[in-house]
């Protein structure tokens, strides 16, 4: 009989409240955690919803990050209530004073770049800040402290400010078997019984599985 970790625990690592499933201590409807991403915090694993920052109801952008993901500790989010008027000659937020200035946006609205999107099986290094509308493909690595403010690609390994591409994990060829096969989306049986392909590097038997 298969022995499989528990999604729905907070704490899966036995005395060790520092690493949470992360999707069991999230509270804010506009973030969406898939099962078994963990978030490791030096401090306190509820830090993480301390770290979305500008994530203002009336906006509506959302935070989604997929399954198997690993997040350390110190890694932020900026949403898109950070954002400013760029084009205009000030970028100063003059309607949220209120007062003679209420209607200093009427017309206008204020940059909105959508939700930011982490994949599925996406290492996300200590202290990586991540900007708003970004999308962090399926098997990215983040290295630690970068700020990416623009999309990674699959199984792309990026880092730096502003984050740039250091290499690709695998060949063009391995990486669409790979997002063919999403072994995320198996059941946690299957992946279970093939962890040991997981943590390996033959493409042909994980294709075979």
């Known amino acids: 009989m298969l022995e499989i970790p528990n999604a729905d625990e907070i704490f899966p690592l036995r005395g060790y409240n520092k690493l949470c499933f992360l999707k069991n201590i999230v509270k804010n409807p506009n973030v969406e955690v ?101 999308v962090i493909g399926d098997g990215a690595i983040i290295a630690t402290n970068a700020t990416v403010t623009k999309n990674v690609a699959p199984y792309t390994i990026v880092g730096g400010n502003p984050a740039t591409i250091i290499k690709k994990r695998f060949s063009e060829e391995q990486i669409n078997r790979l997002l063919q096969v999403k072994w995320w989306d198996w059941s946690v049986e299957k992946i279970t019984e093939n962890v040991q392909h997981l943590t390996g590097k033959d493409f042909e038997k994980l294709l075979t599985i």
């Open 34 to 134: 898939g099962e078994y991403t963990y978030y490791d915090d030096f401090d306190n694993v509820e830090n993480f919803e301390k770290n979305i920052k500008y994530h203002f109801d009336f906006i509506g952008d959302k935070l989604i990050i997929g399954k198997f993901c690993m997040i350390a500790s110190g890694v932020s989010f900026i949403m898109n209530g950070a954002n400013h008027l760029t084009e205009s000659i000030s970028s100063y937020p003059f309607a949220i004073m209120g007062k003679d200035w209420q209607n200093a946006m009427d017309g206008k609205s204020y940059p909105n770049k959508g939700n930011t999107v982490i994949g599925n099986d996406v290492w996300i290094g200590h202290n990586v800040t991540i900007m708003p509308g970004v």
